[in-house]
T-cell receptor
Framework: GAVVSQHPSWVICKSGTSVKIECRSL??????MFWYRQFPKQSLMLMAT?????????EQGVEKDKFLINHASLTLSTLTVTSAHPEDSSFYIC?????????FGSGTRLTVV | GESVGLHLPTLSVQEGDNSIINCAYS??????FIWYKQESGKGPQFIID?????DKRQGQRVTVLLNKTVKHLSLQIAATQPGDSAVYFC????????FGKGTRLHILP
């Protein structure tokens, strides 16, 4: 149970463009999902908590206008990296689940050129 | 800030030996800890968890030990196999999951 599907698995975009990453809960209703960013050889850093039907909660230092989160349904949360720059290149991972167990998506490798 | 950390960034273990990965945490109020395994290019996979009312929990080939006195937990992997090669994270969960720095486990043939 608690299967999370993340798409795309990788994306390359030009500087200044926006990229949307989707995270779907396949077998549960996700009122809350989490978005993480992971730079090479580093740990996962929590960016924001996505709340269904309301505004996301961002961690300190994460620009809410740059990383737009939408959680309009109980099965889909999206992260849009706006006006992407090379320093936004990273591995983005979503997570969701039930009270007993959170699982993670397979991640999205974003490369901004 | 990050409340969960790891002692060693890399651990090399002979195939067949036992692996022990350590983790320290700073928040004495923490009551739920999780170990994750992350293979290259993939999301973290749940390995085993433990709550603060326990000192030890065992799974298949894995054991987690929690020492609340010194705020330390460890993951023991028995009979380490090539497929165990990955980065291992300890994490603390309350309303969200906060990850420690990670230890890369390298298996020697």
């Amino acid at each position: 149970g608690a299967v999370v599907s993340q798409h795309p698995s990788w994306v390359i975009c030009k500087s200044g463009t926006s990229v949307k990453i989707e995270c779907r809960s396949l077998d549960f209703q996700a009122t809350t999902m989490f978005w993480y960013r992971q730079f090479p050889k580093q740990s996962l850093m929590l960016m924001a908590t996505s709340n269904e039907g309301s505004k996301a909660t961002y961690e300190q230092g994460v620009e809410k206008d740059k990383f737009l989160i939408n959680h309009a349904s109980l099965t889909l949360s999206t992260l849009t990296v706006t006006s992407a720059h090379p320093e936004d290149s990273s591995f983005y991972i979503c997570s969701g689940g039930t009270a007993d167990r959170y699982t993670f998506g397979s991640g999205t490798r974003l490369t901004v050129v | 800030g990050e409340s969960v950390g790891l002692h060693l960034p890399t651990l090399s273990v002979q195939e067949g030996d036992n692996s022990i990965i350590n983790c320290a945490y700073s928040n004495s109020a923490s009551d739920y800890f999780i170990w994750y395994k992350q293979e290259s290019g993939k999301g973290p996979q749940f390995i085993i968890d433990i709550r603060s009312n326990m000192d030890k929990r065992q799974g298949q080939r894995v054991t987690v030990l929690l020492n609340k006195t010194v705020k330390h937990l460890s993951l023991q992997i028995a009979a380490t196999q090539p497929g165990d090669s990955a980065v291992y994270f300890c994490a603390e969960r309350d309303d969200k999951i906060i990850f420690g720095k990670g230890t890369r486990l390298h298996i020697l043939p």
